[in-house]
């Protein structure tokens, strides 16, 4: 499946913000949409509407300032300090605090799972999907989510919105028939070199390995999916295996990792998924190494390392240094789908 779009979107809309404590006291709903990217009634701010706001605003040098989940406050997590050595990551000064919220959420077509890897090595099930996903679509091939931890589900016909405390999922879009199939879906950073820090919805083919920016709010095919590149042009030789995750490691570093497969299982050099590294504004790979384990459907990131979930079941670490995994569990009666997490994840050195 090789869709080429030859368009350039001159404006693409923007679901997400940045992500990370300072907020307002009022813990109250506001009267406004709060998620749809424009501030209304009582709204401090609206995803990346933070009303002129920066973090200069709160007595920081420079850095990301993020508007709550809420819209009731900000977030200055990623906000940088005076005095701070730019250099490194934002958890190597005192005055950095981790996100409270580290979970890497996974899931199989029917059921939404967490790990917190600050916590434990226990996979909580959330429940089962419910809502107008359920009945009328293919299951959620994967998930995404922002800096700001809202999450997104992809499917055969329509992206929608879920919700992670309870799994219950709304439309958001219906896709245009005819529409490609995605089967693997995160927020990513480092799109724009200009603005490194601006989020953008990207899928990969399963079929060729197509890097393809998502627009929710265009209407027409063209409009919706933009091509930008393939993992391996123009050998075509490596595709995607499952799933991407991008994330924001440091103050100003961010990586995106992709599990991908080449020909079949059975040809040398392809008995098993390879971890590669992503050009976000091309799609090009860069191969790590070979993981030791196929069908890797789902991948997270925490700490220093990816996270992977197989259709077999089983949950593994990947080292980002090699591909080299090692299993933490396996849940035999499981196939998991799709994982993800915040793009601003918490970092362990």
Request: a negative charge; one cysteine or more.
């Amino acid at each position: 499946m090789k869709f080429i779009y030859p368009f350039l979107l001159s404006f693409i809309f923007v679901f997400s913000s940045c992500v990370s404590s300072d907020s307002d006291d009022n813990n109250n709903s506001n009267s406004g949409s709060c998620g749809n990217g424009i501030i209304e009634g009582d709204e401090v701010c609206d995803s990346d509407d933070l009303n002129g706001k920066t973090c200069q605003d709160f007595n920081y040098t420079e850095g990301t300032l993020v508007c709550q989940d809420d819209c009731n406050g900000y977030i200055t997590n990623w906000c940088i300090p005076q005095n701070n050595n730019n250099n490194n990551n934002n958890n190597n000064n005192n005055t950095w605090v981790p996100p409270t919220d580290s979970r890497i959420y996974v899931h199989t077509k029917d059921t939404l799972f967490y790990i917190d890897p600050g916590v434990s090595d226990n996979m909580v099930e959330i429940g089962d999907f419910i809502g107008n996903c359920v009945d009328n679509d293919s299951g959620f091939y994967d998930i995404a989510l922002t800096s700001s931890k809202r999450m997104y589900g992809i499917t055969a016909n329509a992206l929608y919105t879920v919700d992670k405390e309870t799994a219950e999922c709304t439309v958001l879009v219906q896709f245009p028939e005819g529409s490609p199939h995605f089967f693997a879906l995160s927020y990513v950073k480092a799109f724009d070199p200009e603005n490194p820090d601006r989020e953008e919805l990207m899928a990969a083919s399963a079929e060729d390995g197509e890097w393809v920016m998502i627009n929710p709010s265009g209407e027409t095919i063209n409009e919706m999916f933009h091509h930008v590149g393939y993992y391996d042009y123009p050998a075509y030789e490596y595709v995607s295996s499952g799933d991407i995750v991008s994330v924001q490691t440091g103050t100003n570093t961010y990586k995106t990792y992709a599990t991908l497969k080449c020909g079949n299982y059975n040809e040398t050099g392809c008995d098993s998924d390879w971890l590669a590294e992503i050009d976000p504004e091309t799609g090009d790979a860069r191969l790590i190494g070979q993981t030791g384990y196929t069908q890797i459907f789902a991948l997270g990131y925490w700490g220093d390392k990816v996270y992977g979930f197989t259709t077999g079941g089983e949950y593994i670490l990947i080292d980002v240094d090699t591909g080299e995994s090692t299993e933490v569990n396996s849940y035999q009666d499981q196939q998991f789908w799709g994982a993800g997490n915040t793009t601003i994840p918490y970092i362990v050195e």
